[in-house]
C-alpha cells in the first residue's frame, strides 16, 4: 500500500457525518468522561420499566455523538423485544432552516406507515388522507383521483407530502395549513394505526419506539421581538401533540430547550430531558482532564488501526504533543475532532503529519466560530469564559446553540452530577475574545 492509499483509507475514518453503527469496532464508551452518561440506562430503562408509553427528549450539542448513541440504544431495545422506528428527520422529511410541527408530524406518520405496513391495516391513514385528497391533490401530489390508487400508491402519498415540505418551498405553507387544520384527526387516526400494529409486530416484540433525530438541527427562527423561535412553537406549544402518540417516543431537540426558561413546561409534558455533554478535555480549574484526553485518542487510535491495522498514533503525528493538542483544542467535541484530523491529512502529502498541517487545520476550523459571534457577544463569553457558568437567558442560549458555548457534566467525590459550561476552545486563540477577557470585570 502506497503513501496516498494509506491516507485515503485514514481520511475516510474520520467522516464526521456518518454515526457508528452499533457493535462498530471502532466505537469507544466515554460514559465516564461524560459525567456518567449512559443512555442505555438514562432512556432506555425509563421505556423498559415503564408500564404506560413515554415521550422522551434527548438533547446535547450538534455533533457530539447523540446519533451512535440513538443507534446503541435502538440495538439494545430490540434485543428486548422492543419493534424501533428509527428515522433521521432532516434526510428526506423536513428541512432544517425553514420546520413547524406539521412537518414532524407528517414524518412520524409516514415512518410509522412504511415501517409497519405489514403489521396492521392502513386503513386510518388512509381514510384520513381520501377525506382530505381534494385540498391535498394540488399541492404537488396527483390529479389523479384516490379511489383509482393502487393500495401502495395510497400509501405513498404520505411520503410525497414529507418530500414536497422538503423540497418544495412554493408549497409547504399551504400544505401546513392544511394539515395544521386537521392535526386532532390525524393523531387520532395515527393512533389507530399504531394501536393495531401494536397486536402483530414484528420478530415477536410486545412494543413500539419511535426515535425522531436530528431534530435539533432546526434553525431556530425568532419572531421580531427576539423573545420566542420557532423552537417554542414546536417543543412547548405543540408539546400535547407531540406527546400524544400512543408508542414510546424519543425526538432529539436542540440543548438551548433544556434551558427554557418554560422549562417547567417541558418536564410537565415529557420525562426529564436527558442531555449527551462534551468530552470532558479540561476541569473547571482549568488543568487538562487527562481521562478525557486519553478518551478522544483512543478514538483516533481505534480509527486509525481499523483503517490500516499496523499503523500506530506515533507513526501518524509527528510528535505526542501535536495529538494532543487537536484533542485539546476540539474541546471534547467529537464531530469537530473528525474535522479537525480530516483537514490534517488534506494539508499531509505523507505520514506522519506535521505540526504545520495541524496548526492550518485549527486555523480554519477557529475561523468558523469567530464568525458566528456578534460584537456584544464577546463580553458574554468573556463572562461564561471566567465564571464557568451560563446565564439562563435568550442570548446566552443562542450561543450555546451555535456550540461557542459548551457543557461538561461531572461527578463529584459525592456522586452528584455537577454541571459546568466553557467558551469552546478554539475561541480562546481569537483575539476579540482575549481582549474581551481582559476588559471583562466581573
Known amino acids: 500500500m502506497n503513501d496516498f492509499q494509506i491516507l485515503k483509507r485514514i481520511f475516510n475514518a474520520f467522516d464526521p457525518f456518518r454515526p457508528l453503527p452499533p ?10 468522561v461524560r459525567g456518567d452518561c449512559d443512555i442505555l440506562i438514562e432512556l432506555g430503562r425509563s421505556i423498559l420499566l415503564s408500564d404506560r408509553v413515554t415521550c422522551n427528549l434527548y438533547a446535547g450539542h450538534r455533533g457530539a455523538g447523540k446519533s451512535t448513541e440513538l443507534l446503541r440504544l435502538k440495538a439494545d431495545l430490540e434485543q428486548q423485544k422492543y419493534y424501533v422506528v428509527y428515522f433521521a428527520a432532516d434526510d428526506e422529511d423536513i428541512d432544517p432552516e425553514d420546520a413547524q410541527y406539521t412537518d414532524i408530524l407528517l414524518a ?14 392502513p386503513d386510518p391513514l388512509l381514510n384520513w388522507l381520501k377525506y382530505r385528497w381534494d385540498s391535498l391533490k394540488d399541492l404537488a401530489l396527483t390529479e389523479v383521483k384516490f379511489e383509482s390508487l393502487s393500495l401502495e400508491s395510497q400509501m405513498l402519498q404520505f411520503a410525497k407530502l414529507t418530500a414536497n415540505l422538503r423540497a418544495v418551498p412554493s408549497t ?8 395544521d387544520a386537521n392535526t386532532v384527526s390525524l393523531i387520532e387516526a395515527l393512533n389507530e394505526f399504531i394501536t393495531d400494529a401494536k397486536h402483530n409486530l414484528p420478530l415477536g416484540c410486545s412494543e413500539l419506539v419511535v ?4 431534530l435539533d438541527r432546526i434553525v431556530p427562527i425568532y419572531e421580531p421581538n427576539g ?20 408508542c414510546h417516543t424519543i425526538y432529539t431537540v436542540p440543548i ?20 449527551l455533554p462534551m468530552i470532558m478535555v479540561r476541569q473547571p480549574t482549568g488543568e487538562t482532564y487527562t481521562k478525557g484526553i486519553d478518551k478522544l485518542k483512543e478514538l483516533i487510535d481505534k480509527r486509525i488501526r481499523h483503517s490500516v491495522p499496523d499503523l500506530t498514533l506515533e507513526q501518524v503525528f509527528e510528535d505526542t504533543n501535536t495529538v494532543e493538542q ?18 490534517s491529512l488534506q494539508r499531509s502529502p505523507r505520514l506522519p503529519i506535521a505540526k504545520k498541517a495541524v496548526r492550518r487545520a485549527i486555523t480554519e476550523l477557529r475561523e468558523t466560530y469567530r464568525t458566528a459571534v456578534n460584537e456584544p457577544e464577546w463580553m458574554m463569553l468573556a463572562q461564561v469564559a471566567k ?11 443562542k450561543l450555546l446553540f451555535n456550540r461557542c458555548i459548551l457543557e461538561y457534566r461531572y461527578l463529584d467525590e459525592g456522586g452528584e452530577i455537577k454541571v459546568w459550561h466553557d467558551v469552546h476552545p478554539l475561541i480562546h486563540g481569537i483575539e476579540r475574545f482575549q481582549s474581551a477577557l481582559k476588559s471583562h470585570n466581573p
Open 326 to 343: 487537536i484533542c485539546l483544542i476540539s474541546g471534547g467535541h467529537v464531530r469537530n475532532l473528525m474535522l479537525l484530523m480530516k483537514t
Open 211 to 214: 426515535i425522531a433525530d436530528n
Open 108 to 121: 412520524c406518520t409516514r415512518r410509522l406507515l412504511e415501517g409497519l405496513k405489514d403489521s396492521a391495516k
Open 227 to 246: 423573545k420566542r423561535s420557532n423552537h417554542d412553537e414546536i417543543f412547548i406549544d405543540r408539546c400535547e401533540q407531540l406527546s400524544k402518540l400512543n
Open 256 to 275: 438551548s430547550m433544556v434551558y427554557s426558561d418554560r422549562g417547567t413546561v417541558l418536564e410537565d409534558r415529557y420525562s426529564k430531558a436527558q442531555v
Open 23 to 32: 457493535g462498530d469496532p471502532t466505537y469507544v464508551d466515554c460514559e465516564e
Open 387 to 397: 465564571t464557568k457558568q451560563m446565564p439562563n437567558q435568550d442570548e446566552y442560549r
Open 172 to 179: 409547504r405553507q399551504k400544505i401546513r395549513e392544511q394539515v
